[in-house]
């Protein structure tokens, strides 16, 4: 029975979009038919909150505790999952309740996504991430999320951000659309499938799976 692939969102700020991304890829794969189950790891549980006005079956979302992670994950291919997608607190490197909740998610993860807006703030904040990303060996994705269109800013956050790893070509744009659809637990692309933000997800897991295979490349080689 074949492992589900576990994606860990996580960024040392908050309010960064690691919940959105979670939302939007979680429901994008159930459209795909895949079988997904979401965790919520973040104390103020968002995700779980949207979950809760969900009327559909997919994603689903389970409760498992940190010390459980390492043995619920793998017993989750019972239950049919393809994708595990957790959600995380912010965190930075002195912060020892996130090193603890951290840790095992980081440990589990086939891929890390690094939601950053485009601001010095959030770009400085990356390191942290990075950091730990880098300590377990997990590939990692950056994402850039509540853009402005056309402006300097995010071209610049983009540039700034291809030194440190592989940034998404899916640019997340700041719309109203986002907000009304979590509003009532939905996604933009369950509202509109031809919408903008709706092609905004799509092409997100596309970069998601062109990374993905460029890992499994590399490491085919070492191999």
């Known amino acids: 029975?074949?492992?589900?692939?576990?994606?860990?969102?996580?960024?040392?700020?908050?309010?960064?979009?690691?919940?959105?991304?979670?939302?939007?890829?979680?429901?994008?794969?159930?459209?795909?038919?895949?079988?997904v189950f979401l965790i919520d790891l973040d104390i103020q549980k968002t995700l779980t909150k949207w979950h809760t006005k969900r009327t559909a079956?997919?994603?689903?979302?389970?409760?498992?505790?940190?010390?459980?992670?390492?043995?619920?994950l793998p017993l989750l291919a019972n239950h049919g999952a393809d994708f595990v997608i957790i959600d995380t607190p912010p965190s930075d490197d002195e912060d020892e309740n996130a090193h603890f909740v951290l840790t095992p998610a980081f440990?589990?993860?086939d891929l890390i996504i690094i939601p950053i807006k485009p601001s010095p703030d959030d770009l400085e904040s990356a390191g942290a991430t990075v950091r730990r990303c880098k300590a377990f060996g997990v590939p990692f994705i950056f994402v850039v999320t509540q853009a402005i269109s056309n402006t300097s800013i995010t071209a610049q956050a983009i540039a700034a951000l291809s030194q440190h790893g592989v940034v998404s070509p899916a640019v997340l744009v700041n719309r109203v659309a986002y907000p009304s659809a979590f509003a009532v637990g939905k996604t933009p692309e369950e509202i509109s499938a031809g919408s903008s933000a709706a092609f905004e997800t799509g092409r997100l897991w596309e970069s998601i799976q062109a990374h993905l295979a460029t890992q499994n490349t590399k490491q085919e080689r070492k191999a």
């Open 57 to 72: 079956d997919e994603p689903k979302r389970i409760d498992l505790t940190i010390d459980a992670l390492s043995t619920g």
């Open 107 to 109: 440990a589990s993860a």
């Open 1 to 35: 029975m074949t492992k589900p692939q576990v994606f860990v969102v996580a960024s040392q700020k908050g309010g960064s979009g690691k919940t959105a991304i979670c939302r939007l890829l979680s429901v994008h794969l159930s459209r795909q038919m895949h079988s």
